[in-house]
């Protein structure tokens, strides 16, 4: 759950950043939350999710 909240304000920050520097407009942020919405409830949701998860759990296996 931690993940996919901290994943969520990740994924918001990116988009507020693009809205404000690189000239993202309202309606591609619309359509991007829209996919994001109805691409969840496919089939192709939990290997989405598994990849996330994957990605997440290397990500925080690195040692500096």
Same mark, same amino acid.
């Given at each position: 759950?931690?993940?996919?909240?901290?994943?969520?304000? #990740?994924? @918001?920050?990116?988009?507020?950043?693009?809205?404000?520097?690189?000239?993202? +407009? =309202?309606?591609?942020?619309?359509? !991007?939350? #829209?996919? @994001?919405?109805?691409?969840?409830?496919?089939?192709?949701?939990?290997?989405? +999710? =598994?990849?996330?998860?994957?990605? !997440?759990? #290397?990500? @925080?296996?690195?040692?500096?």
């Amino acid at each position: 759950m931690i993940l996919s909240i901290s994943g969520v304000v #990740l994924l @918001g920050v990116v988009v507020f950043i693009y809205f404000r520097k690189d000239g993202l +407009k =309202a309606s591609h942020a619309v359509v !991007a939350m #829209l996919f @994001g919405f109805y691409l969840s409830s496919t089939a192709v949701a939990p290997s989405i +999710k =598994a990849g996330g998860e994957s990605l !997440a759990g #290397l990500l @925080g296996g690195l040692k500096f």
